[in-house]
């Protein structure tokens, strides 16, 4: 089954086209920033908010993780106390 699904995936990543990325998320050439400042800073902050919300997203999955391991720590501090 898992191979079946692999060759399904390999297969559609195969027919499927290429993605082109939009004026303001690629690298801006010199044509770009002279003709169209305003779209080349749309891309460097939209770029800026994908960075900002995956520092949100590690920062809540680092703290739930430390509460958890600070959890199973006093547990088994008074598991041996008993």
């Known amino acids: 089954m898992k191979n079946l699904?692999?060759?399904c995936c390999f297969v559609l990543l195969l027919t499927v086209h290429?993605?082109?990325a939009c004026v303001g998320c690629r690298e801006p050439g010199s044509d770009t920033v002279a003709n169209e400042p305003q779209t080349v800073m749309a891309g460097f902050g939209f770029s800026w908010g994908?960075?900002?919300m995956l520092v949100c997203a590690i920062s809540v999955v680092t703290g739930i993780t430390?509460?958890?391991w600070r959890t199973i720590v006093r547990?088994?501090?008074?598991?041996?106390n008993l």
């Open 75 to 80: 547990i088994e501090r008074e598991r041996a």
């Open 50 to 52: 994908v960075i900002i």
């Open 66 to 68: 430390a509460y958890i």
């Open 18 to 20: 290429q993605a082109a």
């Open 5 to 7: 699904f692999s060759i």
